[in-house]
């Protein structure tokens, strides 16, 4: 427990360093990278994600000794154990990013960590607020086939500091082999981007194995560089609104009138985007628009 400790501690302390290197690049080249504004609003986001976690911390932990308890299957070797703990977490972690693109109600929570213009290291603090409430869910599955729940929630830790770290425009393409197996911070310069040929790209937190696999992936493209933020961007940028505007634009649309019950599921299930009258688009339907 004190190493796994030791070891977060000393990535936490890197991000640090690696933030304020970029924010001495970003001053000295003159990049335009930071705001102040922005950057406020990134640390409050991660404030308001790390109280609900700290709040969910005994409930996550619970639900993931209730499901051990009950593990059919333990892995002895201890290299194979932490190996494929890694790869099926990071698979998790892309079924549940996918959800959170392709179901309104989740990208309402999720919509927040993509409401930023700007693209630094501080935006990959910009947390989706309430993830933590539902978040555990998905790591179940690795407590029932035998993964301790502090070697999950340990992982989970480690891999979210490479996600941090890939929030960055500093950093060009790397080795092709790198590229082939692992997020870099091309591919996630892509997933941000509100292009609709980058829309509901590359989800994945450590290994860009899943989106090769499952259809996900897209190169960052020299002659379409990413346009970060919303394909609508958010108007009033207060704390509130940055959290609650997707909310409030679902509600206006399942109270619309004179809507059948299973309309008014599809705006709460449905991809973002989706209308029962044509005046919005889902992603999917843009980029179908755009093929030649």
């Known amino acids: 427990m004190i190493l796994k400790e030791t070891i977060l501690t000393t990535f936490s302390i890197s991000i640090i360093v690696f933030i304020l290197a970029e924010m001495v690049f970003n001053q000295y080249h003159q ?24 709040l969910l911390r005994f ?7 209730f499901a051990f308890d009950y593990h059919f299957f333990k892995i002895q070797n201890v290299y194979i154990y932490w190996f494929a703990l890694i790869v099926l977490e990071d698979l998790m972690y892309y079924l549940l990013h996918v959800v959170d693109h392709y179901c309104r109600l989740f990208w309402a929570i999720h919509v927040t960590h993509h409401s930023s213009t700007e693209f630094n290291l501080t935006v990959g603090f910009r947390s989706s607020v309430f993830q933590p409430f539902y978040r555990f869910l998905y790591f179940i ?53 509100s292009n609709v040929e ?6 994945g937190m450590l290994l860009i194995i899943w989106d090769r696999l499952f259809g996900t992936f897209q190169p960052e493209l020299e002659s379409i560089q990413p346009i970060y933020g919303l394909t609508k961007n958010v108007e009033q940028k207060d704390a509130l609104n940055i959290v609650f505007h997707e909310w ?8 619309q009138s004179n809507l059948t019950l299973l309309q008014r599921l599809k705006y709460i299930f449905l991809p973002a ?4 009258n044509g005046r919005s688009q889902t992603a999917s339907q843009m980029r179908r628009q755009v093929k030649p």
Not at 59 to 65: D, G, M, N, W, Y
Not at 159 to 173: C, S
Not at 248 to 255: E, H, I, L, S
Not at 273 to 276: A, D, F, I, R
Request: overall charge positive; charged content about 15%; proline content about 4%.
């Open 198 to 203: 980058y829309l509901d790209k590359n989800m």
């Open 59 to 65: 409930v996550t932990f619970v639900a993931l000794s």
């Open 248 to 255: 409030k634009a679902m509600w206006r649309d399942v109270t």
């Open 141 to 193: 599955p690795l407590a029932f086939i035998g993964f301790e729940p502090l070697d999950i929630l340990f992982i989970y830790s480690a891999t979210q500091i490479w996600g941090i770290l890939v929030h960055t425009k500093t950093i060009n393409k790397l080795h092709p082999i790198i590229e082939f197996i692992f997020v870099t911070p091309s591919h996630h310069r892509v997933h941000h981007g």
């Open 273 to 276: 985007g989706w209308s029962h």
């Open 31 to 54: 990049k335009q990278l930071y705001t102040v504004k922005g950057t406020i609003s990134n640390f409050y986001l991660m404030c308001l994600n790390l109280g609900f976690d700290f």
